[in-house]
Structures are given as C-alpha cells and as structure tokens.
C-alpha cells in the first residue's frame, strides 16, 4: 500500500461578493479534485489546535502526524534544519525577511511589502552575504535561504521582542512593532545597522531603479530552539519523502524522519515547477511507501490579497499535481491511499490565515465505488461533518494509515 498527502497551502477562503458569495476554491475549474472527492471520504480536520497561531508551521506538522501541543517550538528552527544549520543548545534561531519599509516620518514606520516584491534568491543571497559580513557578531549570525527567508542565529539570552509575521501586517502602520527594536541597543544596533548595509547594496539600487521593491530591511519573527521529535519511520514503520520548495515544510521533514526531495525550479509561488514535484513524487512512490506534497502558491496568492493568482495557483494544484498523481498512481497498478486538503485558510480580504477546519479528501484505490458524492470545498466539509468535531492532524493520518489512535 503506497500512501500521499497533497496539500494545497492555504487554498481555504470565505465566500467572496465578486465570485457570487463562493469561495476561491468553489469558484475555481478544479475536476480532479472534484471527481476525486464525489469516490472519496471527507473530513474536517482542525489543524491548529486552540491558543496556537494559525501558521503554516503549526498547521503543518498537524498534517504530518504531530501534537502540535508537545513538538512545536517555533517556526525558524524549522527552517534552520532544512537549511543545514546545527542549532547549540543556548542558541535560537529567528525568521529573517527580507521586508520592504518606509519610515515616513520619525516614529513612523509603514510595512510595504512583507516578501521584498518577492525577491529572487539570487539576489537574495547576495543581500544576505553582505549582512553576514557587515553585521555579523559573536551572538547574531545571518544564513541565506529561498527567495524573502532567511534564518538569524542569537546565542544566548536576549530581549523578547514579542515578534509578529510580517505577512499580518502589509501595507499597515507598524510603529508599535519597531519600537521594539528601538527600545534595547543590541536590537537596534543590529537592525539600523542592517537597514544601512541594505539601503546602499546594488542589489536593491538596481531593483529601485527598475521599479521593483527593495529588500531594504529586516523583520525578525518565529524564534524558537530545535524541537525534539520522533521520526515517521520510527514511529509508523514508513519509508518517505517530502517535496517542498519552502524550508519551513522542508525543515518538518528532516525532523519527521523523511528525506527531502529538492525539485529545480521550485518557486514557492505559481511560476514553480509542478510537473517536476509530480514526477518526484511517483518516483518516490515506486522504492518508498509514503510522500507528502506542498504547494505554497495559493497561501502566497492570499498573502498578497490577489484573486486571479488564487485562482490560478488552485487551478494549477488540481491539474497539474492531483491530476498527473492519480494518473500515474493507476498506471504503476500499486493500492494507495491518498489525502488531499489544505493547512489552513488564508483570506483574500484578510491576507493571513485562519484557525478554521480544513476539508481533506481521503481517497483510497480499492474502493472506487463509494464516496460522499460532493465537489472539494470548504462547504463541502462543513455540510458532511456538522454534527462531529473535527479531528486532529493525527488522528488524520492514523486514518489514511488504518491505525488505532492509541
């Protein structure tokens, strides 16, 4: 038996006036999904349990299998495992982004951007290196990553900045939040000091000269120390792979346990190479028993607060990951069963996401005959299961597993 989860990041949204009160996701041309899901079993899953911030980390490792209550530590030491980086036991590491900012006045600080116009990662790297160089001490130390993500490193104890995403924030007054920085000389020798080395790179002289938006600052954010986990094939006797082209997700892999497939061309956003992530996804299928495939371009699409990229980027889920999968499963003849759902919801009118269930269709090749009829939406989801609560990430899994919850 072969086993899959596709997730469709933050493809959940709330009826919209503009598509005739249908969410993005009803509102979409998504057949495979749809025919899929009429053969399929539907659940609600809820994965961020209540008092957790609904972040794709949190939402994540629910879909993996994991208790977010006893493995979560933060969200960028996740990224630091995907990323190589050995964490010493006095260490933290924070998100770093690559953020565009004005500061319009003294005291004034507005988030333009929370992704830089979404800066590529060479450029990225550059920008990065020469914070490395320039801004570097013996307790903060700047890795590169993908695109906008990097990681800081801060050995030992430093002053809590109560941090907060920048991807709640776009377009908004964040003073309030700056302030911090100003408030303790070490955070704000580093910060200003950044913004210096930023504002005059090349890098960002040509992109303002071009129109596009500078990576002229830092936001620092999910902080947390390496967690502790049990690996998938210790604890499900299952061989895996995780296929991703962000390091937070790449990063839960490495700490499940799962070897992470690294696919060229790999965005994060719609340009990304989908055919690539489904053809690894198959190979992996024929020497391994389970994979688990993200797609980030819709939570990203809702980030920005853009419809057309929505649509777009849940279309290209459907017809270019779920439906090439499902052929290519029938065609190497293997049983599988299959999961397909989203972490959370990210609303367009909100542009951050959501605590609220998610629908997963569980799919499974034996039984083609039955099903619960309905098209993959979030509608779907609520109508099916009203009268149950939803389950957990775990309890999800231990079902497309057909274990006991024990």
Not at 174 to 183: A, G, I, L, T
């Amino acid at each position: 038996m072969k086993y899959l989860i596709l997730v469709g990041d933050g493809m959940g949204d709330r009826p919209i006036k503009e598509l005739n009160d249908r969410t993005v996701l009803q509102a979409a041309r998504t057949p495979a999904m749809d025919q899929l899901c009429a053969r399929s079993r539907l659940l609600q899953v809820q994965t961020v349990p209540e008092g957790f911030p609904p972040g794709s980390d949190v939402a994540n490792l629910s879909l993996l299998g994991y208790r977010p209550e006893e493995n979560y530590t933060g969200r960028a030491p996740l990224e630091a495992a995907a990323m190589g980086i050995e964490l010493a036991p006095d260490e933290t590491a924070f998100r770093c982004n690559l953020v565009t900012l004005e500061h319009d006045d003294p005291g004034h600080t507005r988030l333009v951007d929370y992704s830089a116009g979404h800066i590529t990662t060479h450029e990225a790297r550059e920008l990065v290196t020469a914070l490395q160089q320039e801004c570097s001490t013996e307790n903060f130390r700047f890795y590169p990553g993908i695109n906008y993500r990097h990681i800081l490193v801060v050995k030992g104890a430093y002053p809590d900045l109560q941090p907060v995403p920048p991807h709640d924030f776009i377009g908004r007054d964040v003073s309030p939040h700056w302030q911090r920085y100003m408030d303790d000389p070490t955070w704000k020798k580093l910060v200003l000091g950044a913004e210096q080395v930023l504002s005059h790179h090349p890098v960002n002289q040509k992109r303002t000269s071009t129109g596009l938006n500078p990576g002229n600052g830092i936001w620092l954010w999910g902080e947390g120390r390496m967690p502790q986990m049990t690996g998938i094939p210790e604890r499900y006797n299952l061989q895996g792979s995780l296929i991703s082209a962000v390091d937070l997700l790449k990063g839960l892999g490495v700490c499940a346990g799962l070897d992470i497939l690294n696919i060229p061309g790999a965005t994060g956003w719609i340009d990304t190479n989908y055919e690539g992530k489904a053809e690894a996804a198959l190979n992996c299928l024929l020497k391994q028993d389970y994979v688990f495939v993200h797609v980030e371009a819709p939570d990203e699409a809702g980030h920005q607060g853009s419809l057309s990229a929505k649509l777009q980027a849940i279309e290209d889920f459907d017809s270019r990951i779920v439906a090439p999968i499902l052929h290519g499963l029938r065609a190497q003849g293997d049983d599988f069963r299959m999961i397909v759902t989203m972490d959370h919801f990210t609303p367009l009118e909100l542009r951050t996401h959501t605590s609220d269930p998610v629908p997963a269709l569980l799919y499974d090749s034996r039984e083609q005959e039955t099903g619960c009829g309905l098209d993959f939406n979030e509608e779907s989801g609520r109508q099916l299961n009203q009268n149950r609560q939803a389950i957990s990430g775990e309890e999800m899994l231990l079902t497309l597993l057909e274990r006991n919850n024990t």
